[in-house]
């Protein structure tokens, strides 16, 4: 535990101090723009997305320096998406981990541009990454397919067609493999190509990161009922004042925990073949137990 | 002329074929926001900028087929410009190009999406064209830096910022240099990219690209005063009206066309030292010199 502790700190300072040089803009007549991208990038959450880049890199035997731009890029894609999410014709939400969203301190047109100036900038990021042309274009390749509209925006849509209406089981499941699954998959999927893993590592560290992404969902849901405001940092509840289908509503808090658990249980088991697993195996077993 | 107006007529018909073969997509869940893409792409204007790539490429010595998608790319990101740019919290246009602009049509929320999903289809389309790696990387980091927050976006937020406000002749290139110009001189770029070009080619087409932007800027300009507003597809006088700096604000009708005018010459004078520069001698004059 305390190793992964360690691990996953040295991940995430990794990921920041770059986040940080890359959206270090001298100043300019457009400079409210980059304001608005490092605010918001800065305003990180967990950053599951990039430490899983870096230690699927890692645990496929690649170097973690050659990933962290690759993953600095799939957080810019996370967090635009955030951004977009958060505007008034979409989700309209007024906070974003506790501070004001983007568009509530910038404004709604400097919000909207903050977040196509991210979705572009993720890929000039990877265009220079320290990786070789080869695996650049596979990485391009496999974020934009993933980001797009048949990966997280096809997602997106799905969600907005489904608003306080009742969904089948099938609908939630599409609807988490994409809006959230997507870029989670992709996040290892990328740390297979640094690494130039092979078949089979990219196809069991696929699996793993799309059960994680369905059980991370489902203890959202779960949280956003027993969950604790203050530990959280946003108000509970919000899912069944918007008449969303959740784990929680098609199955009740206790079955949706078991599901939760089943889930975990399978990202762990897809890892089974890799020495030196134990991150990935906590990984999965803390996000499942989290509080917030 | 002759001549020009068949060349225009290939490469318009090949660019819309292969846009049509891109975008066509197999029915899905999430298939309005895949429709929404395609009703703004295929609602285009001019097609210059896959044009001028094409031409680039040409004139460089390409081959033109291995430039088709990269133009196809570039055309997306200007697509997903103009459907961001026409949303309520920006320009709130209804209209564009005579017909009902994308959020109009599908509604905000799908308008933004669509948006983002082009622009990360560009990015897509790009990472799978019939290139090398080494071309598609160099493409993929041209396009993404023109677009950015120090290309595109850039100017738009100049644009933002100056709305209602009289700006100086320098802060008005700027933002002509920004808003506009960036894509057209990737443009440029991009068929220098797809040729294997020399650096002195690519510079030359580069300063034809932006004195062309610079020149077509200037007859948009001049159009929107005594343009007329059947052949124009929209209303003229909307500058004025929404008090917007522009060259005729600051120079008159008379001193602007003279400008287009000098604009023009210094775009073809760029481009002397290449043999058969016919066709692009032929399109800066007939962009300003046109009605529409």
Redesign the interface.
Known sequence: MNDYKQTLNSYFEKVNSRLDELLK?SP???G???EA?RYSVENGGKRIRPVLVLESCRICGGDIESAVDVACALEMIHT?SLI?DD????DNDDLRRGKPSCHVKFG???A??A???L???A??T???ANIS??K??RA??C???N???GGM??????D??SEGKEISYD?LR?MHS?KTGALIRCAAQLGCICAGASDEQTKALTEYANYLGYAFQAVDDILDVVGNQDILGKPIGSDAESGKTTYVTLFGVEKAKQIAKELTDKAVGSISSFENNRFLVTLANELTTRKY
């Open positions: 803009f300019s007549e457009f409210v723009v980059c991208m635009y977009h505007l008034p014709c979409m709604e047109e400097y909207l541009l977040g196509d100036a979705l572009t900038y890929f000039e990877l265009s220079k042309d080869d650049k274009v391009i390749a974020l934009s397919s980001a797009g509209f925006v096809g997602g997106q849509v799905i907005l067609k609908t599409l994409l």
